[in-house]
């Protein structure tokens, strides 16, 4: 409970961190940090339309998002206290919830008969399946380094004291960065702010959506980017009392949020035909991870 109640918490500031980030670095003053909070709250109010070429699918599927996201934020634990649900292998249940929400935002997409959303649903489904491998031998790494399978144990007895076992953190850390980028279809991968459906992933995805139902995306997103913070954080946090363990994930948080904004703000998003190279670049950083790993416990022969 614990988790989820910090997550909430920090999805509510997190975007906001983004914007002001990206606005100070180019000189601007920016909108207040909970502007896209009231943003969403303004929607929430509003009605949605939907076209007559779709169907219940296109109804239903930014809930299902919405309810995939929080129920794979319900077993991710907060140091030393458990997420509401834990078992042995939850974390590929947290691979695959997610996965079901992205099927639903993809064939809500494809629901539409947009060629233009069909377009961007094809290129989130790829991106996706690709990233897949990197999360796995991530997680599974750090599984064989802790010798658990559940999200608690991995991180509970997870104690990074050497200079390779920091190194380890270093790199999880930048993989589960990118992971979050790529899944949010942010920047080098994708462009939240672009107006050109030809280069569009994410958000030609959604073009169709409106009101209460665009709210619920938008709130989806921002909670997806706090629910990987909080994997980041869960690597330092390790065993420490409540009193560090706070304190040092909310400067987990903020950290990501700057170095997000930091990313956006200075880097030039890729090439389309060069985006299924970088993520699969992430997936050769988690299997040195896990050659560190089979180093650490002294494996190799």
């Known amino acids: 409970m614990v988790s989820l109640a910090l997550i909430i918490l920090s999805s509510i500031f997190f975007t906001g961190v983004i914007l002001q980030t990206k606005s100070i670095t180019s000189g601007r003053k920016g909108p207040g940090i909970l502007q896209p909070v009231k943003d ?79 377009m961007g649903a094809s290129r989130e489904a790829l991106y996706s399946m690709f990233v897949e491998p990197a999360f796995f031998i991530l997680i599974g790494s750090f599984a064989l380094l802790t010798g658990n399978t559940s999200f608690y144990n991995i991180f509970s007895t997870l104690h990074l004291g050497s200079s390779i076992t920091y190194t380890l953190g270093g790199m999880a850390s930048f993989v589960l960065i990118m992971i979050a980028m790529i899944e949010n279809s942010r920047m080098p991968v994708d462009d939240p702010k672009t107006h050109l459906e030809l280069t569009m992933i994410h958000e030609v995805m959604i073009l169709d959506n409106s009101g209460f139902d665009l709210g619920l995306i938008l709130s989806t997103g921002y909670i997806k980017f706090a629910m990987y913070g909080t994997l980041i954080a869960n690597f330092y946090i390790g065993g ?62």
């Open 40 to 118: 969403v709250i303004r929607l929430f109010k509003k009605g949605s339309i939907y076209s007559e070429t779709t169907s219940v699918i296109f109804t239903i599927a930014p809930v299902i998002s919405f309810a995939s996201v929080i129920m794979a934020c319900l077993v991710i634990p907060f140091g030393s206290w458990k997420g509401i649900i834990s078992f042995d292998g939850d974390f590929i249940f947290f691979a695959y919830i997610l996965a079901l929400g992205k099927f639903f935002s993809i064939i809500a997409a494809m629901d539409t008969g947009s060629s233009f959303e069909g």
């Open 240 to 301: 420490l009392s409540f009193l560090w363990a706070f304190p040092v994930f909310l400067l987990v948080q903020l950290l990501f949020a700057v170095i997000v904004g930091l990313m956006e703000s200075f880097m030039a998003r890729f090439r389309m035909s060069h985006n299924p190279q970088f993520i699969l670049v992430l997936s050769s950083v988690s299997f040195l991870i896990f050659l560190g790993v089979l180093l650490v416990l002294e494996k190799f022969v």
